[in-house]
Each structure stands twice: as structure tokens, then as C-alpha cells.
């Protein structure tokens, strides 16, 4: 891996983790929900971004977590940089969703 690469996650093995950790057990509704974001959120930065150096990192993380695109110029290639990462950060939230709704781990 090219250092400051984004790194690809396992979801269905973080979820496994998530689920195994208690972290969620007993929540329902919007406290599951919310616990979700949290916790996808939380893996995605300590995870994916472990090996971006700062200031790319900073910037990574407020796009991803807060859709905060602040100082990136429109379709440049930082702009694009920010949309694959918030495109993952998502995919592995809509991973946890799911197995959620469905008591799926997979």
C-alpha cells in the first residue's frame, strides 16, 4: 500500500467486531441508529485513515464525518479525493444498517 492511501475495510468483519464489542447490544430505533454513525464513523478515521498524514487527514475526516468540504475547490482532484472517502465512510454505515435491520452479520 502507498503510504497515504485510503485503506479498504472489511465491513461485515467490523461489524462482526462491533456486535461482539456490546458497544450496541440492547439499542433500538435511534439510539442504534445513532450508535451506528458513531461507531462507523470512529472505524472509518481510525482504520481507513491511519496511514494519511495530516493535513490530508483533517480534511478527509471533516468531509467524511461532517460533509464539511471547506477550502476544496470544486472538482479539482482533492474534491474527488474527499467524495471516494465519504462514498466508503457511507457504504460501511449502510453496511452496519443493514446488518442491523436484518440481524445479519454478514
Not at 467490523?14 to 470512529?42: F, M, N, P, Q, V
Not at 478527509?60 to 479525493?81: I, K, M, P
Request: glycine content about 10%; charged content about 25%; aromatic content about 6%.
Amino acid at each position: 500500500m502507498m503510504a497515504g492511501a485510503l485503506e479498504v475495510l472489511d465491513a461485515p468483519a467490523l461489524y462482526a467486531d462491533l456486535t461482539g464489542s456490546g458497544r450496541i447490544a440492547g439499542l433500538t430505533g435511534l439510539h442504534l441508529l445513532k450508535a451506528l454513525e458513531r461507531e462507523s464513523g470512529t472505524l472509518y478515521v481510525e482504520r481507513a485513515l491511519r496511514h494519511v498524514a495530516e493535513p490530508r487527514r483533517t480534511r478527509l475526516t471533516r468531509a467524511c464525518l461532517d460533509a464539511n468540504f471547506e477550502g476544496v475547490a470544486e472538482f479539482s482532484d482533492d474534491f474527488y479525493d474527499v467524495l471516494r472517502a465519504g462514498n466508503a465512510r457511507q457504504s460501511l454505515m449502510r453496511h452496519f444498517v443493514l446488518s442491523a435491520l436484518t440481524g445479519d452479520g454478514a
